[in-house]
Nanobody, 122 residues
Framework: QVQLIESGGGLVQAGGSLRLSCRFSGYTFSAYTLAWFRQAPGLDREFVAGINRNGDNTQLADSVKDRFTISRDNAKNTVYLQMNTLKPEDTAVYFC???????????????WGQGAQVTVSS
């Protein structure tokens, strides 16, 4: 059973930075494509970033493309989301997700973490 545990959320002022981490366990990490999603109050969950199995291909939502970076460390079974120049509209619960597949998807993931709150104050 795959388990995903996010950490690193919190409160930050606009313009600041945070790094989210997601620790993967249960199966072979390098066989899974990983992604980050977010959900703000009253809105649908949306794709933020994805990374393929060996980390040489990433995909970012247009809203974060110049500010966020996704990376993974297969030796540590961990995926990261580096968030820079944060804006109040980035406030949301951020979820880590995994799928056993070659390619990044913006929607179809099999496993989800419990979420980490990110709050950006103006």
């Amino acid at each position: 059973q795959v388990q995903l545990i996010e950490s690193g959320g919190g409160l930050v002022q606009a313009g600041g930075s945070l790094r989210l981490s997601c620790r993967f366990s249960g199966y072979t990490f390098s066989a899974y494509t990983l992604a980050w999603f977010r959900q703000a109050p009253g809105l649908d969950r949306e794709f933020v970033a994805g990374i393929n199995r060996n980390g040489d291909n990433t995909q970012l939502a247009d809203s974060v493309k110049d500010r966020f970076t996704i990376s993974r460390d297969n030796a540590k079974n961990t995926v990261y989301l580096q968030m820079n120049t944060l804006k109040p509209e980035d406030t949301a619960v951020y979820f880590c997700a995994a799928r056993r597949a070659l390619f990044i998807s913006t929607s179809a993931y099999d496993y989800w973490g419990q979420g980490a709150q990110v709050t950006v104050s103006s």
